[in-house]
């Protein structure tokens, strides 16, 4: 039986859960970190950048996801 892996990837929604805030603040809080990690618009913020730039633990965040 394979097991699923942990995603990678984080969206608004998960930001929205993480931190409580409203999905434009969340969509907006994505667009900083593109910007800041030099992304084009389209490309995706990984849960490693997401925890660098809001300074949350990566684990918690993954333990989080796993839910």
Partial sequence: M???PPRI???A????NITGRRPRTC????QKIKMH???K???LVTVKEFSEFM???ESLIKD???D
């Fill in 55 to 57: 300074s949350i633990p």
């Fill in 64 to 66: 989080f996801l796993l």
């Fill in 13 to 16: 929604k998960d930001v929205e």
């Fill in 37 to 39: 990690y030099r992304k």
């Fill in 27 to 30: 969509y907006t809080i994505l």
């Fill in 41 to 43: 618009r389209t490309d």
């Fill in 9 to 11: 990837i984080i969206y």
């Fill in 2 to 4: 394979k097991t699923i």
